[in-house]
């Protein structure tokens, strides 16, 4: 499934997770989660630019495995990993 990372610097602000300076970072799914579809997540993929934070300390890669809501509501926005 599609993904992108977005990160985030200390004040807030969006920045590029290559860019360094990242204080936080989340895996965003391109597409709706399908309810009770089991997922892995991978963030900071070998394959991808590093994330690095203010120091130059790289995030090492980080696998989760998850399921979709098994019971989404009518209205609910798409899932966030």
Do not use: F
Request: proline share 11%.
């Amino acid at each position: 499934m599609p993904t992108v990372e977005r990160c985030r610097e200390a004040t807030g602000a969006e920045v590029a997770c290559a860019a360094g300076g990242v204080s936080s970072a989340r895996l965003v799914s391109n597409e709706p989660l399908m309810p009770g579809q089991h997922y892995e997540a991978i963030l900071a993929a070998p394959a991808a630019p590093p994330i690095a934070d203010a120091a130059g300390n790289r995030l090492a890669p980080l696998t989760r495995n998850l399921r979709g809501w098994q019971y989404p509501e009518q209205d609910s926005p798409r899932g966030d990993l």
